[in-house]
């Protein structure tokens, strides 16, 4: 909880600050932050550890996929997309299936924002990694990566260029083209076209971490031969 308390201080939203927008947290006693954190379970769906969303609901967590489109700095580059919520039971498997697309040698980047003294986040590249080597590797750091809400790590393959992101959210995204194969792994899990979709990431959510999992944070940076310490 001390954690969380301490981030309801700064920033709840992905490029909103607190101090724009009136929270939905912020009148609530002990024990009615805890019971809304404590909820997993909304219809079908079951959020990881990693976040949960506002406690007025602004959008209730649902499972889905819809098209979008990423725009360069430069305002003329426009590169296809595809995001995906998927419920916690499917979400490894499914990140896992998706990054076989990608071929059998890719770069990895982990994101991290653990240390929270410091603005944004920070990424740690990785060039040149069999695949199924690192998919063995992230087999053993699923609980990291399900339940951390400060990790993310994106696969890529430059020479494309698509890349898989897993993010802190534990949204899926994908960018590049073609989507179709991409597509096609998500629907083989249930996952279903909806471009109505609104993700947890478009109001006010919150991110649930531990020192146990920036700990484990740095053990998986390290076994992919990433220089990072967490102080």
């Known amino acids: 909880m001390g954690f969380l308390k301490k981030f309801f201080r700064g920033s709840l939203y992905d490029g909103t600050s607190a101090a724009q927008t009136q929270s939905s947290f912020e009148h609530l006693t002990e024990e ?43 305002g003329k580059t426009r590169v296809p997309v595809l995001m995906a919520a998927a419920t916690r039971e ?16 890719v770069d990895v980047v982990l994101e991290t924002s653990h240390q929270r003294d410091a603005a944004g986040h920070t990424d740690l590249y990785r060039e040149h990694i069999d695949l199924p080597v690192l998919k063995s590797l992230l087999w053993d750091y699923e609980d990291l990566l399900l339940n951390d809400g400060c990790t993310g790590i ?68 390290m076994a992919l031969g990433m220089d990072y310490r967490y102080a």
């Open 32 to 74: 009615e932050l805890e019971a809304h954190l404590g909820v997993q379970r909304y219809g079908r769906f079951t959020l990881t550890d990693a976040i949960r969303p506002s406690y007025d609901l602004k959008i209730v967590p649902r499972q889905g996929y819809r098209h979008d489109c990423y725009v360069e700095e430069d």
């Open 154 to 221: 994106a696969v890529l393959n430059p020479a494309i260029p698509q890349e898989v992101q897993f993010d802190e959210h534990k949204l899926l995204i994908v960018y590049g083209q073609p989507l179709a194969g991409y597509e096609a792994v998500l629907q083989r899990y249930g996952i279903r076209r909806d471009d109505q979709l609104r993700f947890l990431t478009e109001a006010e959510h919150v991110h649930s971490s531990s020192d146990r999992h920036a700990r484990r944070f740095e053990e998986l940076a």
């Open 90 to 105: 499917i979400l490894f498997d499914t990140f896992l299936d998706l990054i076989e697309l990608l071929g059998s040698e």
